[in-house]
């Protein structure tokens, strides 16, 4: 607990660093199979962020 409390800000750059990448990757690959795999990561890196119910992005 001491390591996520000291390290939050870090974490959390991780993480949107991470989901931003997936993002990119998902939009700059021309196939759907890439976007698949990607989506997957973004779908529990969401949940991981609480961004789930009323708190999810809208998506196009």
């Known amino acids: 607990m001491t390591f996520i409390i000291t390290y939050f800000n870090d974490i959390l750059i991780a993480l949107t660093s991470i989901v931003t990448g997936a993002s990119a990757i998902s939009a700059l690959t021309p196939t759907p199979k890439d976007d698949a795999f990607w989506n997957k990561i973004k779908k529990i890196l969401n949940i991981c ?10 998506t196009a």
């Open 49 to 58: 962020a609480l961004n789930v119910g009323n708190a999810r992005p809208l």
